[in-house]
């Protein structure tokens, strides 16, 4: 049974940064791309941003919030993806969601993993609470 893993959340100060990371367990997991996204009180889950698994490597995608502030990463053999995320504002507090595509998903151009059901696999999330 695949299940994914988040950690990393907890409270930061605006203008402060933190980390998060996700590990996929399960011994047949593979995955066409890992994505985070994000839920803040009273909204609906949106998307962050994507890898998406090329190669030894992988395209990197954001959401308009995310670029210039976050970075993601990840190793495909490993099963793991990574958040760094910059200059927290409190707009960022929300519950952030690790999330899988499966491996026959492929999708090409702009748009692409931005969307809950291109993805099969969720985390159960991990708070980030930007607050003083």
């Known amino acids: 049974q695949v299940q994914l893993g988040e950690s990393g959340g907890g409270l930061v100060q605006p203008g402060g940064s933190a980390s998060l990371s996700c590990a996929a367990s399960g011994r047949t997991f593979k995955s066409s791309a890992m994505g985070w996204f994000r839920q803040a009180p009273g909204k609906q889950r949106e998307f962050v941003a994507v890898?998406?698994?090329?190669?030894?490597?992988?395209?990197?995608y954001y959401a308009d919030s995310a670029k210039g502030r976050f970075t993601i990463s990840g190793n495909n053999a490993e099963n793991t993806v990574y958040l760094r995320m910059n200059s927290l504002g409190s707009a960022d507090t929300a519950v952030y969601y690790c999330?899988?595509?499966?491996?026959?998903?492929?999708?090409?151009?702009?748009?692409?993993?931005?969307?809950?059901?291109?993805?099969?696999?969720w985390g159960q999330g991990t708070q980030v609470t930007v607050s003083s």
């Open positions: 890898i998406v698994w090329s190669g030894s490597g992988g395209r990197t």
């Open positions: 999330a899988a595509a499966p491996p026959t998903y492929t999708c090409e151009g702009s748009g692409c993993y931005d969307e809950e059901y291109e993805y099969d696999y």
